[in-house]
């Protein structure tokens, strides 16, 4: 019930607050209020300019999809290639666990991770870091904890 009231109350209200806000503020002078919609947009462009700038210039980057599942890409020869990795969604201090596969999983994964389980485990611990993440190595892991399709 605490997440409820955390993530949809609390949203809610905040929108609403700022509805109030941005309308009072409409009545009072148009002209800075989309001046003020304007300059959090361009904050929001120049922020993922440099998001993805950063990404090129490293060649991985790593990220969610949906509740569960986390992927790790790297640039190869000139487009992004994707793995895709197992976690799950917890309740406490750490809100998902990373299931990493074992040596026999990571040798079905395409051409380009073969040989590199270290170098690719440790990027995606940088990008997914403790208290927040916690890690089941591959002796620990089961067999079905890695969605071999590939985009």
């Known amino acids: 019930m605490k997440a409820i009231i955390k993530y949809v109350a609390v949203s809610f209200f905040v929108l609403w607050i700022a509805a109030i806000v941005v309308m009072c503020a409409w009545n009072h002078s148009p002209l800075l209020v989309l001046s003020a919609i304007g300059g959090l947009l361009g ?3 120049v922020c993922g300019y440099f998001s993805r700038h950063q990404d090129l210039k490293r060649g991985w980057r790593a990220g969610h999809r949906g509740r569960d599942e986390m992927y790790y890409e790297e640039m ?4 992004w290639e994707r793995i895709w990795i197992n976690g799950e969604m917890l309740c406490g201090k750490a809100h998902h666990v990373i299931y990493f596969p074992s040596r026999e999983q990571w040798a ?12 690719i485990v440790a990027r995606i611990k940088q990008a997914f870091t403790p208290p927040g993440y916690e890690y089941q190595e591959a002796e620990q892991s ?10």
């Open 43 to 45: 904050i929001v462009l």
């Open 76 to 79: 190869v020869k000139g487009h």
């Open 142 to 151: 089961n067999s079905d904890t890695l969605d071999k399709s590939c985009t």
């Open 108 to 119: 079905t994964l395409p051409e380009w991770t073969r040989g590199r389980q270290i170098e």
